[in-house]
């Protein structure tokens, strides 16, 4: 006997099977139509990229960057991350390669496994996947409310539209910010000891994200703080009352809530969520907003950008609470070999047939031994049809199709007749 130890995943870090599988690719394949009709090119960015791109990228003062990275050094001691984001990898990439020109709106979708080093709970983990869509080039309102109308038609493709809320704000520009930033610190700087830990902390360095606090003693303090919307510039509540106007227009309910402020440095003007309240705390299924210093923070020129990403386990928890999956590995044929010598010719026949009806399902059995034991396992396998294979069969160039569902008789067929017969059986 053994004494191993068995060996245990990375903490946060989710083994997904067969049935959540193929409820991801599912919300993939949807997220990746949808965009890809509006004309959102695909990309695959590296995983690992510099730890400067994400600290310059998303901001060092932020949570991702400052407890969440997952870094280390590289033999070379160049300092690496995994990336806990895809927009400064795609901004990096958009550089880079010259993706954008001075003049051009356009637009790129992503999707892969982002890091980030939390406490991981439900909806919360540490390897999770995002789908993300990133629009360059263009400043007007439009591409805004653009990004919010196909994610929303996203979610109504997968039939959630009905469990999800928007919800939207606008933070101004840089500069407004700053000012705003000014004020918020020069008010709370009296009331520092009674503000909770976190916002302690972030009074430096992200006084922002202190609005969205979810203590009551800090939001009791708030009260009186004052509103980011009176730091505004005429431009952005022009750009803002715009982005609304086309989403009534669009026929998309909004909910403005004046505390979102998103986690990350890089935003301006508009910023939104998807929320659902079926999913606990955990509930924002999906973020984004404009970010026109992005490319030119990252050493670009000046871009103005907007894009989103969702997190695509949410999403899948999302779809287990409204349309639980079945089990789905389905097979249509069952493909019965009465002697193991005849293995290739089963292998070559589901083959066969699996290019001739490429949506339908073939099991070749695997397992062999009696007719009797093969016929359970295809009885069990929920095929419509049997297609036998036996000595005389094969000498005869010929074999044997015996529907399992219904009470149709057997029949013989050549081989070279199979095109015309097989569909027959599923139409
Ligand atoms: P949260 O407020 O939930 O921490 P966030 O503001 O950190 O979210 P973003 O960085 O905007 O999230 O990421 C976009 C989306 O990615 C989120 O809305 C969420 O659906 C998903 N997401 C983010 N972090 C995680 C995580 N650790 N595990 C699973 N999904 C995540
Ligand atoms: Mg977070």
Known sequence: MGNHQTIQSV??????????????QLIEQQAINVFAQANYL??????????????????????????????????????????????????????????????????????????????????????????????????????????????????????????????????????????????????????????????????????????????????????????????????????????LQCLETVGIEYHIDSHLVRGLDYYNDTVFEWVTDQLGSQGTVCGGGRYDGLVEELGGRTCPACGFAAGLERIEALLEVTSPAEESSQTDIYVICQHAKLSGVALKLSSQVRNLMPDIQVLCDSQLGSMKGQFKRADKSGAKIALIIGEEEYNAESVVIKPLRDERQQQLILLSNLNKILPTYFT
């Open 11 to 24: 903490r946060g870090m989710n083994d997904w099977g067969p049935v959540q599988s193929q409820q991801l």
């Open 42 to 243: 695909k990309t695959r960015l590296p995983i690992l990229e510099q730890t400067e791109l994400f600290s310059r990228g998303v901001g060092n003062a932020t949570d991702i960057v400052e407890k969440e990275l997952y870094s280390f050094a590289d033999r070379n001691e160049q300092l690496l991350s995994l990336r806990p984001e895809g927009t400064a990898g795609l901004v990096r990439a958009l550089i880079q390669n010259g993706w954008w020109q001075q003049g051009q709106v356009v637009r790129y979708q992503y999707l892969g496994p982002m890091f980030r080093r939390e406490r991981p709970q439900k909806g919360r983990y540490r390897q999770f996947t995002q789908f993300g869509a990133e629009v360059f080039g263009g400043s007007q309102p439009i591409i805004d409310s653009e990004l919010i109308q196909l994610s929303y038609e996203w979610f109504k493709r997968l039939g959630l539209n009905k469990n999800i809320k928007l919800h939207i704000n606008t933070i101004g520009k840089l500069e407004d910010r700053k000012r705003y930033r000014a004020a918020l610190i020069e008010y709370l700087q009296p009331f520092e000891s009674q503000l909770d830990e976190d916002s302690q902390r972030r009074l430096q360095t992200n006084p922002l994200r202190i609005l969205d606090s979810k203590i009551e003693s800090t939001q009791q303090i708030l009260q009186n703080a004052p509103k980011l919307k009176e730091f505004l510039s005429q431009e952005s509540e022009e750009h803002f009352s715009q982005v």
